[in-house]
């Protein structure tokens, strides 16, 4: 899918997903969610990779950007996001242009 970024760059958006029970749903939707605004907002990227999978008790959520990566400390958006995964019992990384969350998958 092409999406049109505030310079009218394209950005490429490559996305696999499988479906996620909840809470942990929730909680990937808003990952990717925050991870695509820097993206375009921040990164100068052409293109992006999301990957969302679930791994036994255990969601991923993986984003891959080509851009600049981060350079600095988390921002206001990262640092909300980071305490919104970790509420959830999970943990969040950023590590240059990928970003990466785990998520327990919770039984009902």
């Given at each position: 899918?092409?999406?049109?970024?505030?310079?009218?760059?394209?950005?490429?958006?490559?996305?696999?997903?499988?479906?996620?029970?909840?809470?942990?749903?929730?909680?990937?939707?808003?990952?990717?969610?925050?991870?695509?605004?820097?993206?375009?907002?921040?990164?100068?990227?052409?293109?992006?990779?999301?990957?969302?999978?679930k791994?036994?008790?255990?969601?991923?959520?993986?984003?891959?950007?080509?851009?600049?990566?981060?350079?600095g400390?988390?921002?206001?958006?990262?640092?909300?996001?980071?305490?919104r995964?970790?509420?959830?019992?999970?943990?969040?990384?950023?590590?240059?242009?990928?970003?990466?969350?785990t998520?327990?998958?919770?039984?009902?």
């Amino acid at each position: 899918e092409r999406r049109q970024k505030a310079l009218g760059e394209p950005l490429e958006v490559r996305v696999q997903v499988v479906d996620l029970p909840e809470p942990a749903a929730s909680v990937a939707e808003r990952v990717v969610r925050e991870a695509l605004s820097n993206v375009v907002r921040h990164a100068g990227a052409s293109l992006a990779v999301v990957t969302v999978d679930k791994l036994g008790t255990q969601a991923t959520v993986d984003i891959y950007d080509n851009g600049r990566g981060i350079t600095g400390p988390f921002g206001y958006g990262l640092q909300g996001l980071q305490a919104r995964v970790a509420e959830a019992g999970g943990e969040l990384t950023v590590e240059g242009n990928v970003l990466a969350a785990t998520l327990p998958i919770k039984e009902n």
